[in-house]
């Protein structure tokens, strides 16, 4: 018995608590890579810090309005979208390029593109018949699991949002689009071609539109970069297909075990060098010193808000997956 | 590995909703099969069309206005045009009016204490006072920062304030187009100057 095994042989450490399902999206994905104790903070106390900045606040004040005038087809309320919902606190200075102003640019500059001359949203009918445009469309895949290694299932919950389906009216075809903002300019070819974001959303499309995924299906990324003067945008596209998504699962499979692991241990390691981020500090840095569960359950509970309604709809299209050999 | 998918227990209705198709590449209007006309018949219709485009030289044509939305934003519905004309007048919006209107929307305003519905007022009438001021920016952050500390603010807005909002942002924006296009122009002056100067030391020759 190597020294790993033996470990995991011993009597349950984990002072956690067994719960009836975990929610593990991309961002939680994210979170296990850059530092398990942050997914620990969220997932095992369930604590309320989010952490808002004006990069992030002003890309979700975009989106909202991208949605809107894609959807309604209206300047001026998509400007009103950008403006009610972007993070004024944040804001130094209007010259900066995620500032509003350079949003407000960003967004007059986007939707005049020539995109929109062949790609409309697609509309979808949602399972109690109502039809609405592809837009923010939520969907859950979720997977029973032996998690806790008792014979008790619990639900594995994959919960994502796909920004657009669109449907391109002169080639007749469709197309997920993810829209990404960004201050910066970079190879975004290299930075998106893997991923792994876009993947699952083959199986939605499959599931609202009757495409098969295995045989190949379209993902944009929809690339902003916001700018006051001189802001501009371009469509990444990729064509994905059933091996990307198997590749997709195992990974996502993989990460499920990891955290199984970590649970079983009482334990979820500290990645010490993803401290500070983009000159930020971790929003858990001040708790991370401490390993003491009572503690830190104390703590949290005391300083937990309950969060505001997010305005971020339930998930209506629900995908049971069935793993087997 | 392999996966599949658990079919739902209830089948959902059939969900593939493909917008409806256009027709394919139609540019201008379809072809009308006219009656077959004479030469004659032919030129004098030519002239009459002629003589109408003439007579619209030196008219300003008022294009029909563009529906902006903006009157029905929470209500989600298409805007008439009387909605459209109303919203243009908000320029010459009285200030009285502003200022009464918060205390009339007694439903919403019960979750907000009366000063905040005064500072907010005052911060409105700011933002109109510094609308085609150097000071907009500061104005408008103002509103939008109390706006975000007070969230129910948002269900007493009415179509005029959020045109207003709007049509400072637009402003906003061009100031800062402004600012930053000044200070390219001022390095691209400066570029020219120094290259004028090269230009001349350039042709200054020394003979010993």
């Excluded at chain 1, 649970?263 to 003491?292: A, E, M």
């Excluded at chain 2, 109303?86 to 502003?98: D, G, N, Q």
């Excluded at chain 2, 570029?191 to 100067?197: F, K, P």
Aim: proline residues 5%; glycine residues 6%.
């Amino acid at each position: 018995m190597n020294p790993l095994q033996a470990l995991m042989a011993q009597p349950r450490l984990s002072p956690f608590p067994e719960f009836d399902k975990l929610d593990v999206s991309h961002s939680s994905r994210g979170s296990l890579s850059s530092c398990p104790r942050k997914l620990e903070f969220r997932k095992m106390y369930e604590s309320s810090r989010r952490d808002e900045t004006q990069a992030t606040g002003s890309g979700k004040a975009m989106h909202e309005a991208f949605q809107s005038w894609i959807v309604h087809k209206d300047v001026d309320r998509g400007l009103w979208e950008l403006v009610s919902r972007y993070p004024i606190q944040y804001q130094k200075s209007s010259m900066d390029a995620n500032s509003l102003e350079g949003c407000i640019g960003t967004y007059l500059h986007c939707i005049e593109s020539d995109l929109f001359s062949e790609w409309e949203i697609a509309h979808v009918v949602k399972p109690d018949g109502e039809k609405v445009p592809a837009v923010e469309v939520s969907f859950n895949l979720r997977m029973q699991v032996d998690f806790f290694g008792t014979g008790r299932m619990i639900w594995i919950n994959y919960i994502g949002f796909i920004d657009l389906i669109m449907y391109n009216r002169i080639e007749d075809r469709y197309a997920v689009w993810d829209i990404k903002t960004t201050t910066k300019e970079g190879d975004f070819v290299t930075q998106y071609a893997f991923d792994e974001q876009c993947l699952p959303y083959g199986l939605v499309l499959q599931k609202l539109l009757g495409l098969d995924y295995a045989r190949g299906y379209e993902v944009g990324y929809w690339i902003t970069k916001l700018h006051a003067v001189e802001p501009y945008e371009k469509l990444l596209t990729f064509t994905k297909d059933g091996d990307d998504v198997i590749q997709w699962l195992r990974g996502y499979l993989l990460d499920i075990h990891m955290l199984q692991t970590y649970h079983r241990l009482g334990f979820f390691p500290r990645h010490g060098g993803n401290c500070s981020s983009w000159n930020r500090r971790c929003q858990f840095f001040d708790l991370c010193d401490s390993r003491d569960y009572n503690y830190l359950e104390t703590m949290i509970s005391m300083e937990n808000v309950e969060l505001a309604g997010s305005d971020r709809p339930e998930p209506w299209v629900i995908i049971d997956l069935e793993v087997g050999e | 590995m392999s996966f599949r998918l658990n079919p739902p227990k209830q089948p959902a209705k059939a969900v593939a909703e493909t917008p409806a198709k256009k027709p394919a590449f139609s540019i201008g209007k379809p072809k009308v099969q006219k009656p077959a006309q004479t030469l004659t018949a032919r030129f004098e219709e030519a002239k009459q069309t002629q003589s109408n485009l003439n007579s619209l030289v030196g008219k300003k044509v008022e294009a029909e206005p563009k529906a902006s939305g903006l009157g029905n934003l929470l209500a989600n519905k298409p805007v008439p045009h009387e909605e459209q004309v109303a919203a243009k007048e908000v320029a010459t919006i009285k200030l009285a009016e502003i200022s009464e209107k918060y205390v009339l929307n007694a439903d919403a305003t019960e979750k907000l204490p009366q000063t905040v519905l005064d500072d907010f007022t005052a911060k409105m009438q700011h933002l109109i006072f510094a609308m085609d001021t150097q000071e907009l920016q500061t104005a408008l952050h103002s509103v939008l920062n109390f706006a975000q500390e007070n969230p129910h603010l948002r269900d007493i807005l009415r179509a005029e304030d959020i045109q207003l909002v709007v049509r400072a942002a637009r402003k906003s924006y061009g100031l800062t187009v402004v600012a930053k296009t000044k200070g390219k122009t001022r390095t691209t002056k400066k570029a020219a100057l120094d290259a004028d100067i090269m230009a001349d030391l350039a042709d200054v020759s020394f003979t010993i």
